[in-house]
């Protein structure tokens, strides 16, 4: 956890400063944060997959650095897009499952880089406003919008969004036109020419909604899976559409002259999907949902032209790490995030050196978990009942074969050590974290927002388009 980072870590990343090219004082940083709904960890071009091409994230990949063991903070959406955020598991935050909203006593990294001078911008899915559905605009006052985690600028909605979405503009209904990864990328490039005209630097969020079901794509990108069943052509379509949006956005930041010193940081919110062919993880076991590595496991590359040199690492790194990496790049004090901090600087990385993990990668979700620890994998199959397994990835990274007997000392080791985390986890979940010792009395709980009053009024209009039509009949 952060407070107990070690003294190595921190001479690394001191000696990774005074030998960089760039002042990072004098010139920070410009950061963009960019997640896919969904997407496996196989579905991607430069993993080989038998029928999606990525050209632009297999450039980036070669221009980047590649995190072949980087994993989602949960095995569903909106936990991981809170442990990004706030640099902590999930569970502390008051977001342990789909549809929860973030704690406004956390603290975030966008409110942190807006008191140093940084314009702070979200577009697409934010889904940690406690509701759920398919993704609709959110309200201007929406107590847990983005507004209320730092952002000064957005175009948002609650959920998942597909072609032509109906987004909240600054609290604003919009009908966008185009697919859910161009509207997004071209609303954060305006941001970002914005920011650039400004003077200032810029954290740029953008969450699309692609490949989250239900999936529709352009006839033109469909077309090129036309060997598959037509609803894997239009996931496939989808994840072609996001990659041409990768491109966009790369393309326009070397236009704007900002690329060198733009820190981009991809990643999908959780595993792959169960029922698509290709398959999504493959040769992983599990899929979203669950904690095998099918469901945590996902793509991810940091581009950083002026800091990073291209390579791959097999270290394992996860979501969590996002917020505590930007604060080392930073220097920014410990008291910008809420502790305990789950998450590590990995930027040890970006120089061949393999940071200190004290504790590993944990996960709570449900009543399973894990913990991953280099080549080991602590499994909960049943927290309840105190039900573990061990699984030796490097040897075994298919988890088929539990060696808990045959490293038993490992074993009990990091289940203790599981264990006593999980216990501060609880502590989390009641509020000590927190300057008043509790959660606040008005945290809302997930509900639909065919049920929500403020949505009410919409219902009679947003029951002719497609992707509301079936939600709200069924309500009514």
């Known amino acids: ?18 030998s960089c090219s760039t002042r990072v004082e004098d010139v920070p940083p410009n950061i963009i944060l960019l997640m896919s709904d969904d997407q496996g960890w196989a579905q991607t071009g430069y993993y080989n997959h038998p029928v999606l091409e990525t050209p632009n994230l297999d450039a980036m990949a070669e221009n980047g650095l590649r995190l072949d063991r980087f994993y989602a903070g949960a095995p569903v959406c909106s936990p991981t897009r809170a442990s990004v955020l706030t640099g902590r598991a999930p569970g502390r935050t008051g977001v342990p499952s789909h549809g929860y909203a973030l704690r ?3 603290k975030t990294i966008a409110e942190a880089l807006r008191a140093e001078g940084y314009a702070t911008g979200h577009y697409g899915k ?4 406690a509701l759920r559905g398919p993704g ?55 941001f970002i020419e914005k920011s650039k005209e400004e003077g200032k630097p810029f954290l740029a969020v953008i969450w699309d909604g692609s490949p989250h079901r239900p999936w529709l794509a352009l006839s033109s990108d469909s077309a090129k899976f036309s060997s598959l069943e037509p609803k894997n052509q239009a996931h496939y379509g989808e994840l072609a559409a996001f990659d041409r949006s990768v491109g966009i956005l790369r393309d326009r930041l070397r236009e704007l002259g900002v690329e060198e010193n733009t820190l981009l940081w991809y990643c999908s919110d959780n595993g792959g999907l169960p029922d698509v062919t290709p398959s999504s993880v493959a040769p992983l076991r599990g899929f979203k949902g669950s904690v095998w590595e099918g469901g945590l496991r996902v793509p991810a590359i940091i581009e950083w032209p002026a800091e990073i040199k291209p390579g791959k690492t097999s270290f394992p790194a996860s979501t969590m790490d996002i917020f505590p990496t930007i604060m080392d790049i ?57 039900a573990f397994e061990l699984y030796d990835l490097e040897k075994d990274p298919v988890e088929t074969t539990d060696v808990s007997g045959a490293f038993p000392e490992i074993f009990e080791e990091m289940k203790s ?14 509020g000590e974290d927190y300057p008043e010792g509790s959660v606040r009395a008005d945290h809302p709980e997930p509900e639909y927002w065919m049920r929500d009053p403020r949505y009410k009024p919409y219902l009679e209009e947003w029951v002719n388009r497609p992707e509301y039509e079936k939600r709200i009949r069924r309500m009514k």
């Open 330 to 386: 930073l220097d920014l004090p410990g008291e910008v995030v809420t502790d305990p901090v789950d998450g590590i600087s990995i930027i040890p990385l970006f120089r061949d050196r393999v940071p200190e993990r004290e504790l590993g990668i944990p996960f709570r979700y449900t009543n399973r978990g894990a913990l991953i620890r280099q080549q080991y994998k602590l499994v909960a199959t049943d927290l309840s009942e105190g």
């Open 126 to 129: 934010w889904h940690l406003n």
């Open 104 to 106: 406004l006593q956390e």
């Open 136 to 190: 609709v605009p959110i309200f201007k006052d929406d107590p847990y919008g983005p507004a209320a985690s730092g952002f000064e600028r957005w175009v948002s909605v609650t959920n998942f969004f597909e072609i032509d979405p109906l987004m909240s503009d600054q609290g604003e209904f919009r009908e966008m036109k185009g697919t859910s990864s161009e509207v997004i990328v071209q609303k954060a490039l305006e």
């Open 417 to 430: 050590a599981y264990l006593e985390w999980t216990a501060s986890v609880d502590a989390s979940v009641n």
């Open 1 to 18: 956890m952060y407070r107990n980072r070690t003294l190595p870590v921190l001479i690394v990343v001191a000696l990774f400063f005074t």
